[in-house]
């Protein structure tokens, strides 16, 4: 088996009953295609090949491509590409593969991709649902109630499109080498339409994005600095949804919705969507 690669946060997954538990996840339609995400030696690929008939792997690194395709070389429905998940445009690889089909993703992601990745899929895809491990610190936060004390930006961006659910932990001996921290098994179903109403979902996002900025910060002093927007019109809106002097992680994502609202009809509008820090 090839040495781990620090280099792109690689922990081989060895646990074979906990892949048949990942690939099983969620109980997702047998019928539906899979992209895998990071396959590494095929551990998971493996078991999703056993319950859905289709499986697209994306592989950074190059030297696992010939180990991947000499293993599952009489598998039909295995497919592997040799490139950089985070740069793909997933849909088209989808399209390609199963056509208008629907498609779900798959992977267990290094600490320093969770956020954009799981952002990635959210917000430029349409997959279905998304079956991921992640260090458990994630995974409680993308999974935590809003206005709770573990909510963040990502939690209220990823809720706002998916429903966010933590099915188990997965403990450091599962893996090679071992990680110092424990892992989770996370799903998120795509909604039929975002959770709230509001004039312009991604504008929503960014005063988000925006207020958890700066965290320890009254939201409307991090919304009005971060997007340019005058202190008092900030302000005015927050007293409108009833968040008058609230920081970020008090304010629901309705009254994000309102606050957005508010804020285009004063005539702003982001030029440009804000990462989640």
């Not at 491509?65 to 998940?85: C, M, Q, R, S």
């Not at 990502?154 to 599962?174: G, N, R, W, Y």
Request: net charge neutral; proline share 4%; aromatic share 6%.
């Amino acid at each position: 088996m090839q040495r781990p690669k620090k280099s792109l946060g690689q922990n081989f997954l060895k646990d074979e009953s906990i892949s048949e538990n990942i690939a099983r996840a969620g109980s997702i339609d047998p019928s539906v295609g899979v992209i895998e995400i990071g396959p590494g030696h095929g551990a998971l690929t493996k078991y999703l090949l056993r319950y859905h008939p289709k499986v697209t792997a994306i592989e950074l690194d190059g030297s696992l491509i010939e180990e991947l395709e000499d293993k599952f070389a009489y598998t039909t429905g295995f497919g592997v590409i040799h490139a950089d998940a985070l740069k793909s445009d997933l849909d088209s690889i989808a399209k390609e593969r199963y056509g208008d089909k629907e498609y779900a993703v798959f992977g267990n992601i290094p600490y320093y991709l969770t956020s954009p990745l799981v952002m990635k899929v959210v917000d430029e895809t349409r997959a279905s649902a998304a079956v991921f491990m992640m260090q458990k610190e994630a995974a409680d936060r993308i999974c935590a109630a809003e206005c709770s004390r573990d909510a963040g930006a990502i939690t209220l961006s990823v809720q706002m499109k998916c429903s966010a659910e933590k099915l188990f932990d997965v403990p450091p001996s599962a893996f090679y080498p071992q990680p110092k921290v424990t892992s989770s098994v996370i799903i998120l179903r795509r909604l039929a339409e975002p959770r709230i109403k509001c004039i312009d979902t991604e504008a929503t996002v960014t005063v988000i994005r925006a207020a958890f900025s700066q965290r320890r910060k009254q939201a409307s002093n991090s919304i009005a600095s971060v997007l340019g927007i005058d202190k008092t019109a900030a302000e005015a809106a927050l007293i409108a949804a009833g968040a008058a002097g609230e920081r970020a992680e008090k304010i629901s994502m309705a009254q994000y919705g309102i606050i957005a609202d508010i804020l285009i009809s004063g005539g702003w509008h982001p030029a440009e969507k804000l990462s989640i820090n």
